[in-house]
């Protein structure tokens, strides 16, 4: 059995005048976002020995506060394949992992990341969080997927179960989509 969490970036600054989108920060209600959902992972217990994460600034920083949050380090493993991947990348990220990680959490961005959720989850109505993640996996979001498998070489779509999905307005309905 395999563990993978996937962390989507908080909320990047549009209004910042950077001339690549790699380089793009958080803004304020981003921060606040990647640390509640840091401080939530903390609170469940979340363990991991993996870190997987794209190396765009938006990630990096996600990951900065996240962790500040989560009270524990964790060394990243940069893959800048991650950046903007699309689900068949980010399924070959998933078939490198070590097989020494049996928790892993990646950190990356959209729709690859939603996309992978909704390729490796069954459409089956078993799942009423598959649901909620095809209508949107937003900002800061934390989803956790189960996988029956004994080696990363062996993931495959419809092989996870899709344990938790946790968006930073679950926590706070001050960083829902209403609010600024």
């Known amino acids: ?3 993978l969490t996937l962390l989507r970036h908080a909320k990047s600054d549009w209004d910042d005048p950077v001339e690549r989108d790699f380089d793009r920060p ?5 921060e606040r976002a990647a640390l ?17 994460a794209s190396p765009a600034v938006r990630v ?8 500040e ?8 493993h940069w893959d800048r394949r991650i950046y903007l991947a699309s689900v068949a990348t980010l399924l070959d990220v998933l078939r490198d992992l070590p097989d020494t ?11 690859g990341l939603e996309e992978l959720i909704l390729e490796l989850v069954p459409d089956d109505g078993a799942s009423p969080l598959r649901d909620d993640v095809e209508v949107k996996f937003p ?10 498998i004994d080696t990363w070489a062996d993931v495959a779509p419809n092989a996870a179960t899709l344990v938790s999905f946790t968006r930073p307005r679950d ?5 829902g989509p209403e609010s600024r």
């Open 26 to 30: 958080l803004n304020r209600r981003g």
């Open 69 to 76: 949050g989560y009270g524990q380090p964790l060394d990243p």
């Open 101 to 111: 990680a049996t928790s892993v959490i990646l950190a990356g961005h959209n729709p």
């Open 60 to 67: 990096v920083l996600t990951l900065d506060t996240f962790l």
């Open 171 to 175: 926590l706070d309905p001050a960083l």
């Open 1 to 3: 059995m395999k563990r």
């Open 139 to 148: 900002t800061a979001s934390l989803a956790v997927l189960d996988l029956e």
């Open 36 to 52: 509640l959902i840091g401080q939530f992972a903390r609170s469940r217990k979340m363990q991991f020995d993996h870190l997987a």
